[in-house]
């Protein structure tokens, strides 16, 4: 909870206009719709991220905003998510405690 509490923080600081923003020092996943009718600069969008998150790992979906929580999208965000828990949970677990 800690660690979704100071991506929120940074993400809030960033959306207000604060540019000091710290680094997160952890590694971060980022869920990143790929629509092709979305105009939005992806890979732009994911560079900003890693101002702030230098480790961040952005994982393309080819599906919208609205469509991404809705059947059968959703069985892929969360098979994504369970396989980041599963590739990554000890790494994460001694970065949190040690």
Not at 5 to 25: A, C, D, E, M, Q
Not at 60 to 88: G, R, T, Y
Request: with cysteine; charged share 20%.
């Amino acid at each position: 909870m800690i660690v979704i509490t100071r991506l929120y923080n940074h993400h809030r600081l960033l959306l207000t206009g604060i540019t000091k923003v710290p680094h997160f020092s952890g590694r971060a996943w980022l869920i990143q719709v790929r629509d092709k009718e979305y105009t939005f600069d992806i890979e732009r969008a994911a560079e900003a991220w890693r101002q702030v998150i230098p480790q961040l790992v952005a994982l393309p979906i080819s599906v919208n905003h609205w469509s991404l929580m809705d059947p059968p999208h959703v069985q892929k965000v969360a098979l994504m998510v369970e396989n980041i828990i599963v590739e990554h949970c000890q790494e994460m677990v001694e970065e949190v405690c040690i």
